[in-house]
């Protein structure tokens, strides 16, 4: 059973690009998660989303972020004209319902995103 | 808003000395999570507590729930070079599924 999948592992943009990372949830689980991590910080949650929806993008920035998770295909985190400030690592979770007491979310491998 | 943190950030052991790192949320937590990571690693889950005052091991990891569930410790015995990484506490905040995470402590053990 394939664990969380996250392409790419690693990223260069230059500054201004776009940048795509994407996240296949673990068989059987529908319930999406991303986190932001700087070097030597803890995991910010950014958003959760389930099949075609958004479920609470509170820690998304409001500018430049998206996120979504179609019926078909991983989500996608799109991060468009990035600067510096947007290196860090992103790393998706997902869990088989809603994560809480009794539903552990499993973490991606990470996308290390580094901008030039 | 809620906010979780740690102590120590960093904290350097000779091997087979005890590790111990501290967990303080601002608001009471339904639950507590653990996580390790291994440098250039992912968070892999290693425990979750959910009553007040529990207290579970794994081995030579003990991980404790304080009674007013604000609080939580994990303790390593004779840490050894494998034990090396971050380990970070998590809870859940206002809405489900928005876990909120310590800022980890930097566990280095010397051989």
């Known amino acids: 059973n394939a664990g969380v999948m996250q392409n790419p592992r690693h990223l260069v943009r230059r500054r201004g690009q776009e940048a795509r990372l994407r996240c296949s949830p673990m068989?059987?689980?529908?319930?999406v998660y991303w986190y932001r991590q700087l070097p030597e910080e803890g995991l910010k949650f950014m958003v959760y989303l389930q099949k075609e929806n958004i479920i609470d993008e509170s820690g998304m920035p409001k500018e430049r972020f998206s996120a979504e998770f179609p019926k078909e295909g991983p989500s996608i985190l799109r991060i468009q004209q990035v600067v510096r400030g947007d290196s860090a690592a992103y790393f998706c979770?997902?869990?088989?319902?809603?994560?809480?007491?009794?539903?552990?979310?499993?973490f991606g491998p990470g996308t290390r995103l580094t901008v030039l | 808003g809620q906010q979780v943190m740690q102590i120590p950030q960093y904290q350097h052991v000779q091997e087979g000395e005890d590790f111990t790192t501290y967990c303080n949320s601002s608001?009471?937590?339904?639950?507590i999570q653990w996580y390790k990571q291994r440098p250039g690693g992912h968070p892999v889950f290693l425990i979750q507590?959910?009553?007040?005052?529990e207290v579970k091991k794994q081995k030579r990891l003990t991980f404790q729930f304080g009674e007013a569930k604000k609080n939580s410790s994990l303790h390593i015995t004779a840490t050894q070079t494998t034990d090396v990484g971050t380990y970070f506490c998590?809870?859940?905040?206002?809405?489900?599924?928005?876990?909120?995470f310590g800022k980890g402590t930097k566990l280095s053990v010397k051989p």
């Open positions: 507590l959910v009553k007040s005052g």
């Open positions: 979770a997902s869990s088989r319902a809603l994560a809480d007491s009794y539903n552990e979310q499993f």
């Open positions: 608001t009471t937590l339904s639950n």
């Open positions: 068989k059987g689980h529908s319930h």
């Open positions: 998590a809870g859940y905040g206002g809405s489900q599924g928005n876990l909120i």
